[in-house]
């Protein structure tokens, strides 16, 4: 990553207007002179294909490095819509796990397996101690405390997403529902999002997600922001507090170069993400 900021030096943002003249360009270009393809996987394994999708959101955008202290909230977050956009299209089995790794300021790393469908036990690593995270089956969610089986009602939280909208005014009405039984406030609002920006989402939704945040009103952009290790990020915030002073201020990170997400800041940097089979593995 540090070689590719220094070999992009800095540069202007386009405007969103020029990224959508630009694409439909592009895009009637490759259609006049390329005959449809049709993607084949084959028997690529999810691991693998985890690991290449990993490596391809790594290295594929080359947006350029550290936007100016003018970038508005709007372009960066239109900006990592595109880049979202070019990102491989994987959609995981519900009985496989999004596996994710965070990294703290003191160098510490988390673990978590999410269940794809929210009915398989997950497992955590969090701070060296192992947990178990039981799933919602049947709308009854049964763990183990402290040597006693405790069941209770629940309903299944997905780690992957797949029926989400894929356009951005969709995905605002969606954001507005009451998807887990929470109100219609700011606060209510920050918290979905940040919960689906986590989890996996195929890359049309996961663009349409940034473009609805887009149009929040109230939202900030921080071009000297810090991640959780001090590396210098793209932070986009709003104020979430409630009229009773319930909630926060909600934040999106992003790579300045590659403009991937990398987590709220509450838990650490995203150094890691992708699809496995089952608990303990890693893509």
């Given at each position: 990553?540090?070689?590719?900021?220094?070999?992009?030096?800095?540069?202007?943002?386009p405007a969103h207007d020029?990224?959508?003249?630009?694409?439909?360009?592009?895009?009637?270009?490759?259609?006049?002179?390329?005959?449809?393809?049709?993607?084949?996987?084959?028997?690529?394994?999810?691991?693998?294909?985890?690991?290449?999708?990993?490596?391809?959101?790594?290295?594929?955008?080359?947006?350029?490095?550290?936007?100016?202290?003018?970038?508005?909230?709007?372009?960066?977050?239109?900006?990592?819509?595109?880049?979202?956009?070019?990102?491989?299209?994987?959609?995981?089995?519900?009985?496989?796990?999004?596996?994710?790794?965070?990294?703290?300021?003191?160098?510490?790393?988390?673990?978590f397996w999410a269940s794809?469908?929210?009915?398989?036990?997950?497992?955590?690593?969090?701070?060296?101690?192992?947990?178990?995270?039981?799933?919602?089956?049947?709308?009854?969610?049964?763990?183990?405390?402290?040597?006693?089986?405790?069941?209770?009602?629940?309903?299944?939280?997905p780690a992957a997403h797949?029926?989400?909208?894929?356009?951005?005014?969709?995905?605002?009405?969606?954001?507005?529902?009451?998807?887990?039984?929470?109100?219609?406030?700011?606060?209510?609002?920050?918290?979905?999002?940040?919960?689906?920006?986590?989890?996996?989402?195929?890359?049309?939704?996961?663009?349409?997600?940034?473009?609805?945040?887009?149009?929040?009103?109230?939202?900030?952009?921080?071009?000297?922001?810090?991640?959780?290790?001090?590396?210098?990020?793209?932070?986009?915030?709003?104020?979430?507090?409630?009229?009773?002073?319930?909630?926060?201020?909600?934040?999106?990170?992003?790579?300045?170069?590659?403009?991937?997400?990398?987590?709220?800041?509450?838990?650490?940097?995203?150094?890691?993400?992708?699809?496995?089979?089952?608990?303990?593995?890693?893509?």
């Amino acid at each position: 990553m540090q070689l590719l900021r220094d070999f992009a030096g800095p540069a202007n943002l386009p405007a969103h207007d020029d990224l959508a003249r630009q694409r439909a360009e592009l895009l009637a270009a490759t259609t006049a002179r390329r005959p449809a393809r049709r993607w084949v996987w084959g028997s690529v394994t999810a691991a693998g294909l985890a690991a290449a999708a990993t490596a391809v959101i790594a290295l594929a955008p080359t947006a350029p490095p550290a936007p100016p202290a003018a970038a508005g909230p709007q372009e960066i977050l239109y900006r990592a819509a595109a880049a979202a956009r070019a990102l491989p299209d994987a959609e995981p089995r519900p009985d496989q796990f999004l596996y994710t790794r965070t990294r703290l300021a003191d160098g510490r790393e988390n673990e978590f397996w999410a269940s794809a469908d929210g009915t398989r036990d997950g497992f955590e690593i969090l701070f060296g101690h192992e947990t178990e995270i039981a799933g919602c089956r049947d709308g009854k969610r049964v763990r183990k405390d402290h040597g006693r089986t405790v069941t209770s009602r629940c309903e299944p939280r997905p780690a992957a997403h797949p029926d989400l909208p894929t356009d951005a005014d969709a995905m605002l009405a969606y954001l507005h529902r009451s998807t887990y039984g929470e109100g219609d406030t700011r606060h209510d609002l920050g918290r979905e999002v940040v919960d689906l920006a986590g989890g996996y989402l195929r890359p049309a939704a996961r663009a349409a997600l940034y473009e609805a945040v887009a149009k929040v009103p109230g939202l900030v952009a921080r071009t000297d922001a810090k991640d959780a290790t001090g590396r210098a990020v793209l932070g986009i915030t709003w104020d979430s507090t409630t009229e009773h002073g319930i909630g926060n201020q909600d934040e999106f990170l992003f790579d300045p170069v590659t403009f991937a997400y990398l987590g709220d800041g509450t838990t650490g940097v995203v150094v890691g993400q992708g699809i496995v089979d089952e608990v303990r593995q890693r893509p």
